[in-house]
């Protein structure tokens, strides 16, 4: 059974920082790009930042300078570092493994989202 479970997210102040993480397991880690969305009501869900599986980023360009998305293969787990958050940071944060390879590139999985509010 495939499961990404998010961790991290929660109330901080503009300016502030947060990182959130996403464990995956039941899957061939390596042979995934990982990325990180989020939605807010209302909205259609958008991507932040996503990371090959040979490591090349790409960022949303609201988020970049700010946000560093990484990876750790021995872990699998994918990382989102956010920095100077804006109150427009605000919203539901979900972990995304797409397949890549031949076999893989059929199957898509989410985590369950995380909550990252920023407020004062």
């Known amino acids: 059974q495939v499961q990404l479970v998010e961790s991290g997210g929660g109330l901080v102040q503009p300016g502030g920082s947060l990182r959130l993480s996403c464990a995956a397991s039941g899957i061939a880690f390596s042979g995934y790009a990982m990325a990180w969305y989020r939605q807010t009501p209302g909205k259609q869900r958008e991507l932040v930042a996503s990371?090959?599986?040979?490591?090349?980023?790409n960022y949303a360009d609201s988020v970049k300078g700010r946000f560093t998305i990484s990876r750790d293969n021995a872990k699998s787990t994918v990382y989102l570092q956010m920095n100077s958050l804006k109150p427009e940071d605000t919203a539901v944060y979900y972990c995304?493994?797409?397949?890549?390879?031949?076999?893989?590139?059929?199957?898509?999985?989410w985590g369950q989202g995380t909550q990252v509010t920023v407020s004062s």
């Open positions: 995304n493994a797409q397949g890549v390879t031949i076999i893989t590139r059929k199957y898509t999985y």
């Open positions: 990371i090959g599986s040979g490591g090349t980023t």
